[in-house]
Structure formats: structure tokens, C-alpha cells
């Protein structure tokens, strides 16, 4: 059989700020296809790997690769193509203000010179997607609940028919009720788009339904990497006192936050 190639791929990469070694030997591949959650404590630096491997943050050592490519090696020329091959949700959805809904789903589209009645066309459609009304587009994102602007974060997210989504935080302070709605539209939408999918959460429940792959991330370090259903078996302390909540175990404190 063919040794799969890995859409993403991490080896020994390293990030430090001063004396605080936040990314410390990180090696971890992504196949096409997976959908991978990366979990750990507050502040171990899972947001952090998500932006080097776009390329937002620069990684100080180590090797990121995507489709083969580092991206240490992109020209300015052709960063704009390989960003937009990215779609990315934030843990407070991170929508702007003083923007409406659709402007803010568009947002990318608009950077890239797409003229706004299509813009905004296109934006309805992805807010359809993640089931909220053509109404919704002309709202601010202060006149949402916290449930639609994840909904909105979601249809940005995927904007551009991204091929690799990044989610941080999903269901991030929602009630069990739309947290499942949540995640049962990030199925959905990955199922529609093909995409990649690499989402950073702390809902254990949600993990199970959204992943097949779960790696942890503990001191600067991927210390655990396997299959979604054996992560409540894998015989790691870290992963054990993590994914069963329990005070007592080898992670003491959490590590200052980024």
C-alpha cells in the first residue's frame, strides 16, 4: 500500500517568545481528509501552531509544509493564493462591529475584489448553510446571539470553498442545545466543501462527534497522537486527566497564556 502523504506536516518546529518556549519540537502530520482536534490546557499552544502553519505568526525553526510546499519558501505573489485556501473560525467569533452580518461573511471575498451585490449574494447562500435567514445579512453582529454569531463565524469560515478549515473553539460558551447544533453543522459543511479540518476545543463531547483523530499538545510538545476512539483508553496521564477532567494528575497549572 502507498504511504499517504500528509496535506499538513510539522517537524520540529519551534516558536519562542523570549524565554518562554511555546512551540517546542512540534512534529504532527494532517492527511487530506482527516479531521483532526488538537486539545491541551489554556495557553500550550494549540492557536498558536494553527497560525504558523498559515503563516500569520513566523516560526523561528522546523519545517511546516502544505501539499509538500514550505511555506517558508512562498513568494509575496503567491500568499494571497495560499491563504485563501484557508478558512478559519475564532474562539469569540471575532466578528467586526461595525459591519453587517454579510459584510462580515464577505469580508474575504471583498479583500479579494469581488464586487458587493455578489459579494453579498454569496454571503446569503453560506448564511443559508448554516441555517439562518437572508434577513440576518443586514443585522450588525451586536443584534445576534451568541449561537447566530458562531452561525456567522461559520459561514465566513467557509466563504471561499476553503479545502482546510481551522475552527478554534466552536461551541465555545454555548448551552448543550446549540452546541450540538454546532457541531452537526460543521459536519454538514464539511461534508459539502471535502475540507480538512483541524479544531482546537476543550467540549469533550463535541470532540467524539467531530474528529477521528485527536492530538494533544502539553509543554510545548504533541505528546499523544491517535485515533478519536482511543483517546479515553491511551494510556497517557496527560490525555487521561485531561479528557476525564480530573484535578488531580501530572498537569499541575497551566501555562501562561499566549
Known amino acids: 500500500m502507498t504511504q499517504q502523504t500528509a496535506l499538513i506536516s510539522l517537524k ?8 518562554l518556549h511555546a512551540l517546542d519540537d512540534v512534529n504532527l502530520n494532517v492527511n ?22 498559515m503563516g500569520l505568526i513566523p516560526h523561528d525553526g522546523g519545517t511546516i509544509e502544505v501539499d509538500g510546499k514550505s511555506i517558508a519558501t512562498l513568494s509575496q505573489a503567491d500568499r494571497d493564493g495560499f491563504l485563501n485556501r484557508f ?26 475584489g469581488m464586487d458587493r451585490q455578489t459579494a453579498k449574494e454569496r454571503a446569503i447562500d453560506k448564511l443559508a448553510s448554516v441555517g439562518l435567514e437572508a434577513a440576518t445579512a443586514d443585522l450588525y453582529p451586536n443584534e445576534l446571539s451568541g449561537g447566530m454569531q458562531k452561525r456567522v463565524g461559520l459561514a465566513r469560515a467557509i466563504a471561499t470553498d476553503p ?12 448551552d448543550p442545545i446549540m452546541t450540538n447544533v454546532i457541531n452537526e453543522l460543521i ?13 482546537i ?25 491517535g485515533l ?20 488531580e494528575g501530572p498537569i499541575e497549572m497551566a501555562v501562561q497564556a499566549l
Open 12 to 19: 520540529d518546529v519551534t516558536k519562542s517568545f523570549g524565554t
Open 32 to 53: 487530506r481528509g482527516d479531521s483532526l482536534v488538537l486539545i491541551g490546557g489554556s495557553g500550550s499552544g494549540k492557536t498558536l501552531m494553527l497560525k504558523c502553519i
Open 87 to 112: 478558512g478559519m473560525t475564532f474562539q469569540k467569533s471575532g466578528l467586526f462591529d461595525s459591519m453587517l452580518t454579510w459584510e462580515n461573511v464577505a469580508f474575504q471575498l471583498l479583500q479579494m
Open 163 to 174: 479545502t482546510i478549515l481551522f475552527l478554534d473553539e466552536p461551541t465555545a460558551g454555548l
Open 187 to 199: 459536519l454538514d459543511v464539511v461534508d459539502q466543501l471535502g475540507a480538512t479540518v483541524v479544531s
Open 201 to 225: 476545543t476543550s467540549d469533550m463531547s463535541s470532540l467524539k462527534v467531530i474528529s477521528n483523530r485527536v492530538a494533544m499538545i502539553y509543554d510545548g510538545k504533541i505528546i499523544w497522537d
Open 228 to 247: 478519536t476512539s482511543d483517546v479515553e483508553v491511551s494510556s497517557n496521564p496527560y490525555v487521561d486527566q485531561f479528557v476525564h477532567s480530573r484535578a
